[in-house]
Nanobody
Framework: EVQLVESGGGLVQAGESLTLSCAVSGLTFDDAAIGWFRQVPGKERSMISC????????YDPDSVKGRFTISVDNAKSTMYLQINSLKLEDTAVYYC?????????????????????WGQGTQVTVAS
């Protein structure tokens, strides 16, 4: 059974940095795409970062480029999202997702329904 457990959210000040973690079990990073998504009330969950080791593809949209960095630690079976220079508009619930045999070429707006494995979500609130 695949399980994803997120941690690291909280209340932060604008301009600060934050690292979210997602511990993964039942799946290896070598044959899966891993993604970070975020969702605000009234809007759909949307991919903001993706990494796939199997086909060496990534997704790094202009909206977060240079501020969001996705990484993995194989030994800890954990994926991370580092967010720098936080902005008020980064306030959202952040989710990690993983899916076997998927490429990061599967991108918004079709990315979200392609993932079946999700973490529980972690709230990030940015204050001014």
């Amino acid at each position: 059974e695949v399980q994803l457990v997120e941690s690291g959210g909280g209340l932060v000040q604008a301009g600060e940095s934050l690292t979210l973690s997602c511990a993964v079990s039942g799946l290896t990073f070598d044959d899966a795409a891993i993604g970070w998504f975020r969702q605000v009330p009234g809007k759909e969950r949307s991919m903001i970062s993706c990494f796939s080791r199997s086909d060496r593809t990534t997704y790094d949209p202009d909206s977060v480029k240079g501020r969001f960095t996705i990484s993995v630690d194989n030994a800890k079976s954990t994926m991370y999202l580092q967010i720098n220079s936080l902005k008020l508009e980064d306030t959202a619930v952040y989710y990690c997702g993983a899916e076997r045999d998927l490429s990061c070429l599967v991108r918004p707006p079709i990315a979200t329904p392609a993932y079946d494995r999700w973490g529980q979500g972690t709230q990030v609130t940015v204050a001014s």
